[in-house]
Each structure stands twice: as C-alpha cells, then as structure tokens.
Nanobody
Framework: QVQLVESGGGLVQAGGSLRLSCAASGRTFSSFTMGWFRQAPGKEREFVAA????????YYGDSVKGRFTVFRNNAANMVYLQMNSLKPEDTAVYYCAARTVYRGTIYSASVYDYWGQGTQVTVSS
C-alpha cells in the first residue's frame, strides 16, 4: 500500500501564494507519477498538475498554467505544488495522487492508484 498525506492548505487572499506538500510512503516512490487534483463541493474533480520523475518532466491543467509549479524530492518521498497568483476560482480541496503503474493519461484521475485525503485551499477576494 501507498499512503499519501497532503498538507499546507489554508486561507489566502487573491494574488497570494501557497505551497502544498504531499508525503508519500513506498520504497519505489521515485518511479511514481505524482499528480495533483482539486475538487469543489458539487463539482467534478479537476486535473491540476503532475510530475513523472525527478527529471523535471511536468504537466499542468489549462487553468493553472503559468501560475502553479509541481516539483518533487524523491529522497524525502515528497511532492509539492507551488501555487502563485491565486484566484478565488482556485478554491477547492486539493488532492495528491500516485500512479504506481504506467498506464493511460496522467490527466485522468482514473489512472492513479492511491489518493490522499485532501487539503483545503480557500482564496478570498
């Protein structure tokens, strides 16, 4: 089993920044694709960002391109999401996810094997 625990959420004003952290178990963490998704109550879960390996290969949803950065520290089994220029529309519960077996598209939540419990991000206007 892989366990994921998100942290770093909170309340920020529009235009501010926040960094989310995800701590992962698993001895093969460096081989996992790590993704970030977000979901507001009553809305669909939305792809935010993903990083394949510590090579720096990363991908972003259209709504966050140019504002968010995903990076990882494999030695520490950690993945991060740096969020800048936050907007009220970014308000959601943010989830960390791990894809332990290569399959499908990283943009689809269904290809990820494990999920954290989420951390709330609220952006005020």
């Amino acid at each position: 089993q892989v366990q994921l625990v998100e942290s770093g959420g909170g309340l920020v004003q529009a235009g501010g920044s926040l960094r989310l952290s995800c701590a992962a178990s698993g001895r093969t963490f460096s081989s996992f694709t790590m993704g970030w998704f977000r979901q507001a109550p009553g809305k669909e879960r939305e792809f935010v960002a993903a990083i394949i390996t510590n090579s720096g290969s990363s991908y972003y949803g259209d709504s966050v391109k140019g504002r968010f950065t995903v990076f990882r520290n494999n030695a520490a089994n950690m993945v991060y999401l740096q969020m800048n220029s936050l907007k009220p529309e970014d308000t959601a519960v943010y989830y960390c996810a791990a894809r332990t077996v290569y399959r499908g598209t990283i943009y689809s939540a269904s290809v990820y094997d494990y999920w954290g419990q989420g951390t709330q991000v609220t952006v005020s206007s």
